[in-house]
């Protein structure tokens, strides 16, 4: 009797060992509902953007746009990341350090910055996040502040809305290269994408050259 049972349990465990692996769902980008592969431009636009350091200094912009391509035809296959399009240029108007006696900024971004998604859509939404940023602040004036930026942010795109949310608040960016500032900005310092109290998610427009960015 006690062969059978061991019998029973042996073949149980082998259809367990030979039980296929659950994969993976795997996700398309489209563009317009078509899924072929290329590159289509897009253009997001904020009407403003409030950012803050870990220690409480304010920067402020009146607008953003960030342009780029969607890889239409892209797939990712949560939980891991993959790459879905790329911004490859970006401009800041009207940004303002108030705390250091009003002083007005450029930003220009260095290299590209990578959209990466890495959950599965929930009602059209699905979350990522936009890594490879690197970018220079500096004062209109010069040498009065200067500093670079990189790091990464979270973000949630809702497909329904076509809006980019650029949903931070744990301080990913890291402060570097810092020249002047006052003692305001010491390298080492982070930065958040999202200012203010209480904290929101800065909001962008999203619009490509192709229709509407959907994930089948």
Known sequence: MMRFAKA?????GTLLTLAPAA???TYTVAVGGSTTVGNVPFTATTGGVEMSTNYGLPLTCTSSILRGDVLRGATFSPPTASVIATITDSTWTGCLQPTIFNTQFTITQVGTWNVKAD???VDGVFTGTITNIDAEFHSVVDDRCEYDVTGTVDYTFDSNTQTLNIDEGNFALTI???VGCFGEVMDGDLLDFTGGWPMQPTTYAFSTTGGNVTVQ
């Open 119 to 121: 959950s599965s859509p």
């Open 176 to 178: 570097s290269n810092v």
């Open 23 to 25: 994969s993976a769902t």
């Open 8 to 12: 029973a349990a042996l073949a149980a």
